[in-house]
């Protein structure tokens, strides 16, 4: 069957994505990521201390928080002043491992990167949105860190970003808006690495169980969308 996107997208087409680096002028590293209308802020706060747990043992932290602004919704959501829900904690921890799996926490030294990803308009993707720009942000917090003489060696290990893909009307597609993610039959998010290996997947079966084979369609083209972005961080960082 052949499902034809509102956007008019191919099935194997990102939206339209961009990343602007160093917005903030006070963060170590900063970056804008625009993914079709889901906007992101993300930005990389260096500290020269780690979490208890990792105390005097030479080695560092990767952590991340994030959170949506209550209009960035079509609809307002509660803003969550004193305790984050169970969704923000589940992709909060989902940004930590996907930036702590690249980084070489020994050569990142006894500090800490905290990453914030704030959400100023959400349609569809916003945790993808968040590691791949996020990761942006946390490069150019180490450029300054050996830019200064901090560190001598770069701890990023290989580059990581992620994206969605879903079925709908028995279609595999890459890269779901909301209203393609609200509808689709099955939705998953992939992280990937710059070596091509996986750091995370997560597919649900919303409506009806997916076989093998679509499995596979899905990975294909989160694989291609991947390597898109990789080329986008790539002339965000570098110009």
């Known amino acids: 069957m052949s499902f034809e996107r509102k956007d008019k997208r191919a099935i194997d087409q990102l939206r339209n994505t961009k990343i602007t680096p160093n917005i903030s002028p006070y ?8 993914v079709g209308n889901t906007k992101v802020i993300c930005t990389a706060s260096v500290e020269e201390k780690v979490p208890p747990f990792l105390r005097n043992k030479g ?10 602004l209550p209009r960035a919704t079509q ?14 904690q589940e992709i909060q921890r989902l940004i930590g491992r996907s930036l702590r799996a690249v ?21 569809g993707g916003t945790r993808c949105a968040s590691i791949t720009g996020a990761y942006v942000a946390m490069s150019l917090a180490i450029k300054k860190l050996m830019a ?27 890269d779901l808006c909301y209203d393609e993610d609200s509808t689709a039959e099955v939705d998953m998010n992939i992280v990937c690495t710059g070596a091509g290996k996986f750091i995370e997947i997560q597919g649900t079966a919303e409506r009806e169980p997916f076989s093998r084979e679509q499995m596979n369609e899905m990975l294909e083209l989160a694989e291609k969308g991947i390597n898109h972005l990789f080329t986008i961080q790539r002339y965000a960082l570098n110009g």
């Open 27 to 34: 963060a170590e590293g900063s970056a804008l990521i625009e």
């Open 59 to 68: 080695t560092g932290w990767v952590t991340a928080e994030y959170a949506m």
């Open 103 to 123: 980084v070489d926490t020994k050569t990142l030294g006894e500090r800490q990167i905290l990453i914030d990803c704030d959400v100023i308009l959400a349609d």
């Open 148 to 174: 200064k003489g901090i560190l001598k060696k770069s701890p990023i290990l290989s580059e990581v970003a992620a994206v969605s893909v879903g079925i709908i009307e028995e279609t595999a597609i890459l």
């Open 75 to 88: 609809t307002r959501t509660q803003r969550e002043t004193l305790r984050p829900s169970g969704r923000t």
